[in-house]
T-cell receptor, first 114, second 116 residues
């Protein structure tokens, strides 16, 4: 089945850039997502990218996709303490039934130091 | 809309007891996902439904787990009998299908289950 891998922890200083990485195994994924989970809460969609794109920028967020290496990254510019959370990469491998499901990585816990 | 609503928020139960987790979907959504989150395994997809029909339950750990959608807006996840290793946060999420790119999955707040 689909496998999505992330590093578990990342620590950065306030004001620096954060880069969270993700690798996946299923090359048929059409959409790739980044979700954010704040303490005690559910997940919320941050951004997504189509598989035919290499990059997407959304304010402080930059998503890079390397389809050849099956590597997805999320860059947060000017990281703030409010960015401290768990970040999940998710892919949609698609199904033969025409429906879809999300497969999430293990999540990367980002800690921003003041 | 109030979003995806899960109940209870916290559940503490003794090993061997039956546990039922509940989820109300966002009105108009027709896909429903149950996930389990633990420190060791991260976020695991247990089962998902489309139009009230279970599409893929390959993530359900064992026969002790069962999920139903008695109607288009409500789902239950039942564990019977519960075991300490079932302790986790269980999330329900809903979304539209098949329209894309508006296929964001909206998550509930989760139910923290502790089996002692």
């Amino acid at each position: 089945g689909e496998d999505v891998e992330q590093s578990l922890f990342l620590s950065v200083r306030e004001g620096d850039s954060s880069v969270i990485n993700c690798t996946y195994t299923d090359s048929s994924s059409t959409y790739l997502y980044w979700y954010k989970q704040e303490p005690g809460a559910g997940l919320q969609l941050l951004t997504y990218i189509f598989s035919n794109m290499d990059m997407k920028q959304d304010q402080r967020l930059t998503v890079l996709l390397n389809k050849k290496d099956k590597h997805l990254s999320l860059r947060i510019a000017d990281t703030q303490t409010g960015d401290s959370a768990i970040y999940f990469c998710a892919v949609d491998p698609g199904t033969t039934s025409g429906t879809y499901k999300y497969i999430f990585g293990t999540g990367t816990r980002l800690k921003v130091l003041a | 809309d109030a979003g995806v609503i899960q109940s209870p928020r916290h559940e503490v139960t003794e090993m061997g007891q039956e546990v039922t987790l509940r989820c109300k979907l966002i009105s108009g959504h027709n896909s429903l996902f149950w996930y389990r989150q633990t420190m060791m395994r991260g976020l695991e997809l247990l089962i998902y439904f489309n139009n009230n029909v279970p599409i893929d339950d390959s993530g359900m750990p064992e026969d002790r787990f069962s999920a139903k959608m008695p109607n288009a807006s409500f789902s239950t996840l039942k564990i019977q009998p519960s075991e300490p290793r079932d302790s986790a946060v269980y999330f329900c999420a809903s979304s539209h299908t098949p329209a894309r790119p508006n296929t964001e999955a909206f998550f509930g707040q989760g139910t923290r289950l502790t089996v002692v």
